[in-house]
């Protein structure tokens, strides 16, 4: 049975206890005579149809459609109530829904203005009438009701006593608690108008819920409708939905209270097709921009991005929505791409409307791009170098001369470290073992190993741990599924841990998808060697994972993939080698957002490691792009760092114009990012020359150097450095907070250094005078020297002193606690 569009619901997701109700409407009509029609748009260059195919199945079948026209300018327009629409034969058109006549094919049409365009509809089965589902029309009825969000009965206890499986997981489990978990059933199949499940929903007798439709809406009807019939179970025979599509696929709005209608379609295994826009949970992302109704339409509010997504049963899928302010003036900057990251970012600025900054300085470039790829400032001799420096391509000669030196291998031994928790665990691993994991990961990055090689070194590695240091991957966390959790966090990018107990509200990934991934990690043993510090990490073939609601053993199964054959391999090395696989959807574009959010400040997805659908990339094109090139470059690092590094995106100034001030998710310009804490410790010892002293390591050592991510200090711990629990991106810390102050003001940081160094006592006795020792200190801290206002102010601070030692250490002070030295810009 197919249900209409028009309804009273309740809730949306599991995070929202409470109902929103909305009003039922009439389809408005398709005639086109009628008064009040708005003018055709004059500069309008396409128009489309959705969806693109239509396919009527039975009697009762029914699809709505809408027509979208799009403007010279990328402004999209919903037009269905002013196009022209013909269709005839086998299908007519009511309002703006198409229903069945007969078997056979025809064509939907729509005419605005000049602009033509259709969709081919296929129509079978008409004098077939489906009995009510309980899978696929009762089922989807809890979903958009909000019945089994998390504030309701999908909650771990349920609620008064009767509980649903959240979001729906389970479907056998919720039709037994219907019909047969207790003594009064929920079900009167003699009476079905009086059966508990129904007399509730309409508040006919109490519901915490309250009233959630009228005793007369189709929603009442369809589940009296499932009870007279018997209310069985077609769980198992009943087909699965295999997509859903959300359409249009893209909007652009302009001007605030501006409406866009989204119709969702899905697929199922038997190859029929559903409107679903009556049972779909529409969602929007940023409802201050795009703000969605219960059946679909959506309402443009402030100039931004939203993402609007539908989901039904475990599918959730989404549609970029761009808000723009209407009739605001805009004149596209005119600058030449300096590569396919720039053409990219570039079109999505000019659909936006918005400017980017203009270039930075050359001083600016020289200490971004320094500390951004080798974590240190330049030196006097590099900035002059590089100053003096006339050439046109000198910024792509520093990145090379930047991107060969060690400390750009321990820059990024230190971010896998980090996601790999390369630590000391009490029991567990012994500081050897780590050491030799760490160096083999620095080793990686140095010698130029490409990444997808040396995942699948790490991913398949088996051995002891001192002859094979990869192995400690396998100890840093020992149960299995904790295991594929991080694996899938790190190398995919995506977070599994919400399909352990439940399928993925937000996201496609279900229980059987969590418990086939975690099977590939089922058969992994584990013994001491003979050194009890050293643990040999083996292929056991033995071994699987079992599903949590019915207990039964889970295969192999790559994500959102084929189910391979293992039966005679490694798992993991099988898995491994999916993984790093230019065909798999996920890996190279997670790394290459990772490296991107590196050099940016933010990823095109941000989170970085918590990509899904209700989370999309920013700029898709370029996530996909960036993806692709990693592949090209057969996943060399440095190759896509020159790529970045070299672009106008990255080049920027931080300082913003009328367009791009709001503006932190398109890389219109740089953002003002503070220096990681081990980075930021390792600046401060190199500016005032007094090294620090860590365990292991010899005097003058880096942080960066830090192999144990157990080990810290009172400064890294401040400042954020990563404690190394989890694989989350976001345990290293960037965020300045009011103890950073505290400790660089009145603690021993600074003022000890610049003491314990003697810089200022070194220059004078070298013979600079206090206006060149001023010089030498913004050059070290700051990459630039003092404008004419601030020597003048310092000059009035120091004095005519001969050596004005305290005076000079002050202004030492006073840079090294200054914002300017604890950020990049």
Not at 313 to 318: N, P
Not at 334 to 345: G, K, Q, R, S
Not at 361 to 370: A, G, K, M, P, Y
Not at 398 to 411: G, H, Q
Request: proline residues 5%.
């Amino acid at each position: 049975m197919k249900i209409p569009a028009t309804f009273l619901i309740c809730g949306l997701i599991a995070a929202m206890a409470s109902f929103a109700v909305g009003a039922k409407t009439s389809s408005p009509s398709s005639d086109l005579a009628s008064a009040g029609k708005p003018a055709l748009v004059a500069d309008v260059v396409s128009l489309a149809v959705y969806p693109p195919e239509i396919v009527l199945d039975d009697g009762d079948d029914y699809q709505g459609v809408i027509a979208v026209a799009t403007r010279a300018n990328g402004v999209t327009l919903d037009v269905s109530d002013q196009v022209e629409w013909s269709v005839d034969g086998a299908a007519r058109l009511d309002g703006k829904r198409l229903l069945p006549v007969a078997d056979g094919a025809t064509v939907l049409r729509a005419a605005y203005g000049t602009h033509q365009a259709e969709a081919p509809v296929k129509v079978a089965g008409v004098a077939e009438h489906p009995a009510v589902s309980f899978r696929h029309d009762v089922m989807p009825i809890f979903l958009r009701g909000g019945c089994n969000a998390g504030g309701c009965h999908g909650s771990s206890r349920g609620k008064d006593g009767f509980r649903l499986s959240l979001f729906g997981f389970d479907p056998a489990g919720d039709h037994f608690r219907i019909t047969r978990e207790q003594a009064v059933r929920r079900v009167s199949l003699s009476i079905p108008e009086e059966s508990l499940l129904i007399t509730k929903v309409v508040g006919l007798v109490p519901h915490t819920g309250g009233k959630l439709f009228e005793p007369d809406s189709v929603y009442a009807k369809t589940l009296r409708d499932w009870v007279a019939a018997g209310a069985v179970s077609d769980v198992a025979a009943a087909p699965t939905v295999t997509r859903v599509d959300i359409f249009p696929p893209r909007v652009v709005m302009e001007g605030e209270g501006v409406k866009q209608q989204y119709i969702a379609v899905a697929h199922y295994s038997d190859g029929k097709t559903r409107d679903i826009g009556d049972l779909a949970l529409f969602m929007s992302n940023n409802e201050s921009s795009a703000a969605i109704d219960a059946n679909g339409l959506a309402t443009a509010g402030a100039r931004g991005e939203a993402f609007v997504m539908a989901r039904f049963d475990t599918h959730t899928v989404g549609s970029q929505t761009l808000v723009l302010p209407q009739g605001e003036e805009f004149v596209p900057k005119e600058e030449a791409p300096a590569n396919y990251i720039d053409e990219l970012v570039g079109a999505k600025l000019r659909t936006m409307r918005i400017n980017p900054s203009d270039i930075c300085s050359d001083e600016e470039f020289l200490r971004r791009v320094s500390l951004d790829v080798a974590g240190q400032l330049p030196t006097r001799a590099e900035y002059e170098h590089f100053m003096n420096d006339s050439s046109p391509q000198k910024r792509a000669a520093k990145i090379d001369e930047l991107l060969e030196r060690k400390e750009f291998a321990e820059i990024w031994a230190l971010k896998w470290s980090e996601l790999l928790m390369v630590k000391t665990v009490p029991n567990r691993i012994e500081y050897k073992p780590m050491f030799l994991y760490s160096q083999w990961i620095t080793r990686q990055i140095a010698n130029g190993v490409p990444l997808d090689e040396m995942v699948r070194n790490l991913l398949g590695a088996s051995g002891g741990s001192f002859s094979s240091p990869a192995v400690n991957f396998y100890q840093i966390e020992e149960t299995t599924q904790k295991t594929a959790e991080n694996v899938a966090q790190i190398f995919l990018g995506t977070r599994l841990q919400c399909a352990q107990c439940h399928n993925h509200p937000f996201d496609r990934w279900t229980m059987d998808d969590y418990y086939s991934f975690t099977a590939f990690f089922a058969q992994i043993g584990r013994k001491t060697a003979e050194d009890y510090r050293e643990t040999i990490i083996f292929d056991q073939r033995g071994g699987e994972a079992t599903h949590l609601v019915d207990g039964r053993p889970m295969k192999p199964k790559f994500l959102g993939a084929a189910e391979p054959d293992v039966s005679t391999r490694d798992r993991r090395v099988v898995l491994a080698e999916w993984i790093t696989s230019p065909e798999n959807p996920y890996f190279a574009v997670n790394v290459a957002n990772r490296v991107w959010a590196h050099f940016m400040g933010v990823g095109i997805v941000e989170p970085v490691d918590d990509v899904r659908v209700s989370n999309p990339a920013s700029n898709p094109e370029l996530h996909a792009k960036l993806g692709a090139k990693l592949v090209e470059y057969k996943y060399d690092l440095r190759q896509l760092i020159r790529d970045i590094c070299n672009s106008h995106a990255y080049q920027r100034s931080s300082q913003p114009n009328a367009t791009n001030e709001t503006d932190s998710r398109n890389f219109a310009r740089s953002q003002v990012r503070r220096i990681p804490a081990e980075v930021l410790l390792d600046c401060l010892c190199a500016v005032t020359e007094a090294p620090e002293k860590y365990p292991g390591l010899p005097m003058g050592a880096r942080a960066v150097q830090i192999a144990d991510g157990g080990l810290s200090t009172y400064f890294l711990t401040t400042f954020g450095r990563a404690p190394r629990v989890t694989v989350c991106a976001c345990e290293a810390k960037s965020e300045p907070t009011l103890s950073q102050a505290l400790h660089l003001l009145n603690g021993s940081a600074v003022q000890d250094k610049i003491v314990q160094g003697k810089l200022v006592e070194t220059l004078l006795d070298g013979g600079k005078q206090p206006n060149e020792v001023v010089d030498e200190i913004y050059l070290r801290c700051l990459g630039r020297k003092p404008t004419a206002e601030e020597a003048t102010r310092l000059a009035e601070l120091y004095g005519a002193g001969e050596k004005p030692v305290g005076e000079l250490q002050d202004v030492f002070w006073a840079v090294l606690n200054s914002r300017e030295f604890l950020f990049n810009k």
